[in-house]
């Protein structure tokens, strides 16, 4: 199992790109330090997922699990989804700070090529 993302530091004002992989009993954590450059330059790029149903609209991001929301139209549904996506990284960014307290990390870069 694999988990990759970003943390933001607000005491240090930093974002760090941070990669975890689960192998068996192992956890192995890479952690880079992004410049300012690298953060103004990076550009994600996610699937949102809309499905008209009943009520409105239902949606959800397909690479982030967590990320869903509804809609009584799609303008609404697009709205909400990408606060659903804020609330999510921001959810996410602080276990991982919890996480890595007090614990010897190696720092290396990691470049990933979307798919």
Same mark, same amino acid.
């Given at each position: ?12 004002? $930093?974002?760090?790109? /941070? ?11 890479? /952690? ?5 450059? #690298?953060?103004?330059?990076? $550009? /994600? $790029? ?6 008209? +149903?009943?009520?409105?609209? /239902? ?8 990320? !869903? ?12 989804? #990408?606060?659903? +996506? ?5 959810? !996410?960014?602080?276990?991982? #700070? ?6 010897? +990390? ?5 470049? +990933?090529?979307?798919?």
């Amino acid at each position: 199992m694999r988990f990759s993302g970003f943390v933001f530091s607000p005491a240090k004002k $930093k974002v760090f790109a /941070i990669h975890v992989d689960f192998f068996m009993k192992f956890m192995h954590i890479y /952690i880079k330090e992004l410049s300012l450059s #690298e953060v103004l330059h990076m $550009k /994600i $790029k996610l699937t949102a997922v809309f499905q008209k +149903v009943a009520e409105g609209y /239902i949606g959800f991001v397909e690479e982030l699990p967590g990320a !869903n929301t509804q809609g009584a139209t799609l303008e609404e549904a697009r709205a909400y989804l #990408e606060e659903a +996506v804020a609330l999510v990284l921001d959810a !996410n960014r602080s276990l991982a #700070e919890e996480s890595l307290q007090g614990q010897n +990390v190696i720092r290396e870069t990691l470049q +990933v090529s979307p798919a």
